[in-house]
């Protein structure tokens, strides 16, 4: 499963997925979902890990992503086209993304855990697992 599979289905309502994997496989199409992310609400509410005001900058959340497992690189799907379908270092993806309100998810774990940024919002993105369980790997 690629980034952006990965990151609709663990991050997304289930109600919106096949929609949005559906605009995200069509080339045409893929601006149907990008431009949504400006004032996204699919996110799944269970996956949203907040961040401290005083830690919303792309040093802190760098940090915060990499105590959960991020490595240095990263998948990333906006609104903004430089940075759209591109894997990239993930603190340049940060830097460019953190502060500037242009809808983007960072997938930094495929389905695990990630980065979402909208014109409101800023949220770590992370799939929880119930206590007991375990992922597979």
């Known amino acids: 499963m690629n980034h952006e599979e990965a990151a609709v289905k663990a991050f997304i309502r289930s109600d919106r997925q096949q929609r949005y994997l559906k605009f995200l496989s069509n080339p ?33 959340v760098a940090e915060l992503l990499a105590t959960k497992g991020a490595g240095s690189r990263c998948w990333v799907i906006s609104v903004n086209s430089v940075l759209d ?35 409101d919002v800023k949220y770590i993105l992370q799939r929880q697992v119930p206590s007991g369980w375990t992922t597979p790997d």
């Open 28 to 60: 045409t199409q893929r601006s149907r979902f990008t431009s949504e992310l400006a004032h996204f609400k699919a996110l799944d509410p269970k996956c949203l890990v907040a961040i401290p005001p005083n830690q919303q900058n792309a040093s802190s």
């Open 85 to 119: 379908s591109r894997e990239l270092d993930l603190r340049e993806a940060l830097d460019e993304t953190i502060g500037s309100g242009m809808g983007t998810i960072i997938s930094c774990v495929a389905g695990k855990l990630g980065y979402f940024e909208d014109e």
